[in-house]
Every structure is written in structure tokens, then in C-alpha cells.
């Protein structure tokens, strides 16, 4: 079974920008969820969508915006790019998201600012 | 609020001596908790996770973490650490919100000398 996969994996940006991420969940996952990892800030959570609607959001500016498709494949948008933005953007996927429910990460997405 | 610590931020150990990763969460209810390794340029990895039931859990690579509710803490240990262990690892508990958002610790980076 493919795991999830994330395009590109990396990018380069100009600060105003704006980006779109891609990722393609395990087949059979229904929940992805976003996350961003920096060195200052960790690993924060960005969204989770489930059946193309958000479920679940972190604490980031209304910059940050995601969907899901009717196969399960997921974008995130960044608009009006900042410095602060270049990141490790990574993408975990889910059976249904519930508790007992594994996420699976893929390898991520490098996003450099300049 | 949901909050992980992992007090050491580098470790480094001899291959084949013991291992004993510190975490400390801070959760109202019974934590959802979870180990994950990040070897460089890639993706987070599953260790193992705790939702309930027997307080030692074994994981993947001969992996193994104690859940100790009275000292909030989960511990991941090895009995005998391969150069391949090198790598990044975080705790993490479940998220308030259907525990579905994932906390994560700053991490622990785990050198390996020969």
C-alpha cells in the first residue's frame, strides 16, 4: 500500500507570494491533517479535514487555509507568504481520525521564504 | 491546555548501551500518548502509543514506553541502542478536540557514537 505522499517536496517562495501544498492520503483514509515544523516552533498543528469539511483547526492566521476533495486528497494555501512561513509542511493521514486511528505521515513539504 | 515537555533536547550514547527518552505531558483526562521518530528529511514514524490498559507498551525496533499517570510522564526506552536509532523523536498526546490534533514536544535528537 502507497503511503502518503506530498507535492512538491520542496519550494522556494518570495515573500507576498502565495503557495499551494498537495497531499494524497493512504488509500482508504478519510482524515488529514496538517501540520508545521520550524525550529523555533516545533511541530504545530495547522487542520484536520474529514469528508471535506474541517473538523478541527490550530491557532494560525485565517493566511493559512486548507480543503479536502471527494477522494480524500487535500491542498493548503498560504497566501500573502511571510518570512516566518518557510517551514516544514507535513501532511498525516487517517482511517476516520478517531482515536484509536494511526496517523501516517508523509515526508513533508520544504517552503523557503525568501 | 494540552501541553508535552521533553526536558533533553540532545542526547548521545554509545551503540549498544541503554536508552531512556523523558517525557511529560500535562492533559485533564486519560492521555492519548504517542512516540514518533524523524530521521532527516523525512516524515514522522509511529514508535508506539498509549491509549489505556496495560501501562507498558511495546513498539517497533525493540522500542519500548512506561505510562506513569502518577508522575505524568512516558517514557520511551531501548535496552540497546543501533547506530540506525540516530535520529529525531517526539512525544506527543491526543488533542483536546476529538483527539484528533496532535501536541508534540520540542523533541529529542539522539546521536549514536560508535
Known amino acids: 500500500k502507497a503511503g502518503v505522499t506530498q507535492t512538491p517536496r520542496y519550494l522556494i517562495k518570495t515573500r507576498g507570494q502565495q503557495v499551494t501544498l498537495s497531499c494524497s492520503p493512504i488509500?482508504?483514509?478519510?482524515?488529514v491533517s496538517w501540520y508545521q515544523q520550524t525550529p523555533g516552533q516545533g511541530l504545530q498543528f495547522l487542520f484536520e479535514?474529514?469528508?471535506?469539511?474541517?473538523?478541527n483547526k490550530g491557532n494560525f492566521p485565517g493566511r493559512f487555509s486548507g480543503r479536502q476533495f471527494s477522494n480524500s486528497r487535500s491542498e493548503m494555501n498560504v497566501s500573502t507568504l511571510e518570512l516566518g512561513d518557510s517551514a516544514l509542511y507535513l501532511c498525516a493521514s487517517s482511517l476516520e481520525g478517531g482515536t484509536g486511528d494511526e496517523q501516517y505521515f508523509g515526508p513533508g513539504t520544504r517552503l523557503t521564504v525568501t | 491546555a494540552q501541553s508535552v515537555t521533553q526536558p533533553d533536547i540532545h542526547i548521545t550514547v554509545s551503540e549498544g548501551a541503554s536508552l531512556e527518552l523523558r517525557c511529560n505531558y500535562s492533559y485533564g483526562a486519560t492521555p492519548y500518548l504517542f512516540w514518533y521518530v524523524q530521521s532527516p528529511g523525512q516524515g514522522l514514524q509511529l514508535l508506539l502509543k498509549?491509549?489505556?490498559?496495560?501501562?507498558l507498551v511495546q513498539g517497533i525496533k525493540g522500542f519500548e514506553a512506561e505510562f506513569k499517570r502518577s508522575q505524568s510522564s512516558f517514557n520511551l526506552r531501548k535496552p540497546s541502542v543501533h547506530w540506525s536509532d540516530a535520529a529525531e523523536y517526539f512525544c506527543a498526546v491526543g488533542g483536546d478536540t476529538g483527539r484528533r490534533a496532535l501536541t508534540f514536544g520540542s523533541g529529542t535528537r539522539l546521536q549514536v557514537q560508535p
Open positions: 498509549y491509549f489505556s490498559g496495560d501501562t
Open positions: 479535514y474529514f469528508s471535506e469539511t474541517q473538523r
Open positions: 488509500s482508504g483514509h478519510r482524515s
